[in-house]
T-cell receptor, first 110, second 114 residues
């Protein structure tokens, strides 16, 4: 079964603090993992994907196949990072169904 | 480049009625996926359309159906509405051969079933 688990509904930190949003998955194969973000009053948009190994807006995420995790990290949170973050997976190639977690709301206070 | 658009933005129906939601895909995209997002949940995959045919389906009953048109726009139809169908319905477009496997989401249609 394909499943994505985000254990935290809300993560509240102060500006400048490190952030780690947790994501664990189950998938019988080699999935692609993504982080999508939704800022207030904006549409859902891709933040990063594990294959590209990019750092977007200071965020990084490493796929750990042994722990089946894809945690999102940022060393110094900014107020503009406040948003809803969704971890998602899909199969590789072809059919692009996304399986989402329930999301974590990140709140960065000044 | 025009992004994904959806209409209407919100609507209210009563139980048992039928509803049609519309989506225009982003320019250059040939694939449309529909998701249902209930309050407090992540988006849940309903189905995907490619070249006017259903290309995969999630765990939704047959009263959820769709269409894709030659211009790649799409409709989601829901018959015999139930209270639990109240949700935000998201449309996402993509290109099937996109190596980045990125889906571009619309703003959603909020459906309330009374």
């Amino acid at each position: 079964a394909q499943r994505v688990t985000q254990p935290e509904k809300l993560l509240s930190v102060f500006k400048g603090a490190p952030v780690e949003l947790k994501c664990n998955y189950s998938y019988s194969g080699s999935p692609e993992l993504f982080w999508y973000v939704q800022y207030s009053r904006q549409r859902l948009q891709l933040l990063l994907r594990h294959i590209s190994r990019e750092s977007i807006k200071g965020f990084t995420a490493d796929l750990n196949k042994g722990e089946t995790s894809f945690h999102l990290k940022k060393p110094f949170a900014q107020e503009e990072d406040s948003a809803m973050y969704y971890c998602a997976l899909s199969g590789i190639g072809g059919f692009q169904k996304l399986v989402f977690g329930t999301g974590t709301r990140l709140l960065v206070s000044p | 480049e025009t992004g994904v658009t959806q209409s209407p933005t919100h609507l209210i129906k009563t139980r048992g009625q039928q509803v049609t939601l519309r989506c225009s895909s982003q320019s250059g995209h040939n694939t449309v996926s529909w998701y249902q997002q209930a309050l407090g949940q992540g988006p849940q995959f309903i189905f995907q359309y490619y070249r006017e045919e259903e290309n995969g389906r999630g765990n939704f009953p047959p009263r959820f159906s769709g269409l894709q048109f030659p211009n790649y726009s799409s409709e989601l139809n829901v018959n015999a509405l139930e209270l639990d169908d109240s949700a935000l319905y998201l449309c996402a477009s993509s290109h099937l051969r996109d190596p980045n496997n990125e889906q571009f989401f619309g703003p959603g249609t909020r459906l309330t079933v009374l």
